[in-house]
């Protein structure tokens, strides 16, 4: 009873700290998730620079017969801050649920602006397709999915050809991509901390996901919390949908009342999973996909 009793404690303080803190408190999650239903493979190099680094769980269950699908996934923290070890709650409900997941760093202000971090996050998902075969996923089955500035680092590179062309792939060899709370269309720049990543108020061009939804972009899971104060849904979410479904994409599309910003990836962690089912939400998605046909 006594062990009982400290276990909740402990659980009741992390939910606590994580729902009046947000972002500043999502690495404590980690305290309570487990490490049974993952390999770890940790610090690989998938660029030469110290943080072009990634980490993969491998699911421990036996891999299907075509390999595991694969997903990368991109951390948010407005490109100011951000590491990948705080996300092993993110990668072990995926690794759980059968995906193998990736959690890539990129460099982040003030060591780069846009667009080098989206170069950093199109070589960790080349990573992923060069590599999938050897680590056991399904090249044919690999997703990129983001969360806040990380949703926007997936949608650029899931549609706008630029960023995988430059390292020798293509967003048509993704089975889809996930964004979660992701700034699509945000200029101008409201929060300090992410306008001078942009060069505010002098910005670039051709930089806003929103101008890149057409008929050829891959199947499209977007999610948000209806509620968010720091990246509008109905703008941001909501209205890349719509351009995606008028293009003729197919969408999921997800609004989250219980959730927050923080919370709709917090939620992905055991003690958080009653505020939103986003995490079988993604796993439905992720097992919906038709592997991507040869080129």
């Known amino acids: 009873m006594t062990h009982t009793l400290t276990r909740l404690f402990a659980l009741l303080?992390?939910?606590?700290?994580?729902?009046?803190?947000?972002?500043?408190?999502?690495?404590?999650?980690?305290?309570?998730?487990?490490?049974?239903?993952?390999?770890?493979?940790?610090?690989?190099?998938?660029g030469t620079l110290s943080r072009q680094k990634l980490d993969i769980y491998t699911p421990t269950a036996p891999p299907p017969a075509k390999g595991w699908p694969v997903v990368v996934f991109i951390y948010g923290g407005s490109w100011n801050v951000g590491e990948r070890t705080q996300y092993k709650?993110?990668?072990?409900?995926?690794?759980?649920?059968?995906?193998m997941t990736l959690v890539a760093d990129y460099r982040l202000y003030p060591e780069v602006r846009y667009p080098d971090f989206l170069?950093?996050?199109?070589?960790?998902?080349?990573y992923s397709m060069d590599h999938a075969v050897q680590l056991g996923g399904d090249p044919k089955r690999v997703f990129v999915m983001g969360h806040s500035?990380?949703?926007?680092?997936?949608?650029?590179?899931?549609?706008?050809?630029?960023?995988?062309?430059?390292?020798?792939?293509?967003?048509?060899?993704?089975?889809?991509?996930?964004?979660l709370a992701g700034p699509y269309d945000f200029y101008p720049i409201v929060n300090p901390d992410a306008q001078p990543v942009f060069f505010h108020p002098n910005y670039p061009e051709s930089s806003q996901?929103?101008?890149?939804?057409?008929?050829?972009?891959?199947?499209?899971f977007l999610a948000a919390a209806v509620d968010d104060k720091l990246v509008n849904p109905q703008r941001n979410t909501v209205q890349l949908a719509?351009?995606?479904?008028?293009?003729?994409?197919?969408v999921t599309l997800k609004l989250y009342s219980h959730a927050s910003h923080a919370t709709l990836i917090g939620a992905f962690a055991w003690p958080l999973r009653w505020i939103a089912p986003v995490l079988d939400d993604v796993q439905a998605f992720i097992v919906a996909a038709t592997p991507v046909p040869p080129n």
């Open 242 to 250: 719509n351009k995606l479904r008028v293009a003729g994409v197919p």
């Open 89 to 99: 709650f993110v990668a072990e409900a995926l690794a759980a649920r059968g995906v």
């Open 209 to 220: 996901p929103i101008g890149f939804a057409s008929a050829g972009a891959p199947r499209s």
């Open 119 to 126: 170069s950093d996050s199109a070589q960790a998902l080349a």
């Open 13 to 46: 303080t992390i939910m606590s700290s994580f729902l009046t803190a947000g972002c500043s408190a999502i690495g404590t999650l980690n305290a309570v998730t487990t490490t049974s239903t993952y390999t770890l493979s940790a610090n690989l190099a998938y």
């Open 149 to 179: 500035a990380g949703g926007y680092n997936a949608a650029m590179l899931a549609l706008d050809a630029r960023w995988l062309t430059a390292v020798g792939h293509s967003p048509k060899e993704l089975a889809g991509w996930i964004g």
